[in-house]
């Protein structure tokens, strides 16, 4: 059984290594090509940008199936021989957040190296050193306090229940649903500044679409992203009347205003047909897959590998596997997903009114090079990886000429022939 386990683990590096080497053989090639939506130079470095990414991807998969083996061979054990606590919950806690946390810690390296190498060197990261640091201690005080709750739970329901793992998915599913919900506020207290959208037309405009789908919010902010980073983002958080449009203040320095409306459109788009809970849906398939599985793992795979069959040995044994079935619904998701992208594209640049997919067009166009978005990309890595249609599809889709949106990219008011 733990021969299983571990092969299964091991093929799922190979994979996720092999669609990297892919791609970087297909954009090594790609980027010396004539340049699409970007200038030629703008396409080189999208394309170096994309590269780079793809061989720090490998070489976290190398660190992560050494992890894996460590953690399989004697991490689990070293854990549970030098933490000691009479209360059986606080031990279980204890185990769990140690494991968690010196995952965190390892990742380090790679977190700092992405922002303040790579990152810098493309031009995205605007933060400090200092920043950075205050942002890691505050996410790992939030990571102690709020995930030893969870694993306090979850140990109860262990400890109680037969069916537990029934239980555990229906808490965990539950926790789900509360971070997209609390999340915007929780970024607001504790990350990013989020004040009103002062300019009152495009407030006006925005209510305007919000009222044509039905979406209720709170209001409208404007996030302070840019003092960490230059990409361009927005997004719409929580639930019911708690919801909000957030929007970076580089997307709306980047962007017209037809262009942001129809950016924002798209996202309404989602909402109007409902794909935010067809996402968590899936997700909530992928944890009860998972929970069912690891509620039933044979007694003879704990003593294989030496362990006591205790609520924090499975606790640990889900968190190791997650990123596998991670990775085998990913091409699922990415289907529906894609094809909810293509919906809402058509809603959004109906909603940006005549000539709304020449503004949706230009948008996806800065999107694109404000966020050095290489365009192509090898078929498998998009099979295995892409959430969202690759953009040339996008615009096809739309019915837009690339000519016409280049020609239309610096006027106000733009019509193409579809």
Known sequence: MLMTIVGIYTLYILISIYTSVMQIGFISKAKNSK?????????LKAGNYSIAKERISILSSFVDYIFFIAWIG???SYLSEN????????????????????????????????????????GFNKSSVGLWIKDTIISFVLTILLGSLVVWGIYEIISNFDLWWLWSFAFIFGVVILINMLYPAFRAMFFDKLTPLQDEAL???????????????????????????????????GFGKAKRVVLFDTLIEKLSTRELLAVLGHELGHFAHGDI???IALVGAMLFTMFAIFGNLPQALYTELGLPQEPYVTMILLMLFIP???????????????????????????????????????????????????????PLYIFFHYTHPPVLERLKELGVDLGDAQKCSMQENCKADI
């Open 324 to 378: 596998i079935l991670g990775f085998i619904m990913m091409p699922i998701m990415g289907i529906v997903s894609r094809h909810n992208e293509y919906a809402a594209d058509k809603m959004g640049s109906e909603l940006a009114g005549v000539g709304g997919e020449i503004e949706l067009a230009n948008a996806l166009k800065k999107l694109v090079t404000e966020n050095k978005s290489f365009p192509l990309s090898h």
């Open 83 to 122: 933490i000691y606590f009479e209360d059986k919950a606080l031990l279980n806690i204890a185990i769990v957040m140690g494991f968690i946390i010196i995952n965190s810690i390892l990742s380090l390296p790679f977190t700092y190296y992405e922002k303040f190498v790579l990152d810098t060197k493309f």
């Open 35 to 43: 340049a699409i939506l970007l200038n030629q130079e703008e396409f």
């Open 203 to 237: 407030d006006s405009e925005i209510k305007s679409l919000m009222d044509k789908t039905g979406f209720v919010s709170s209001g409208v902010f404007v996030s302070d992203a840019s003092k960490r980073d230059a990409r361009l983002n927005a997004y719409f958080g």
């Open 277 to 279: 809970y067809k996402n």
């Open 74 to 76: 004697f991490g689990i």
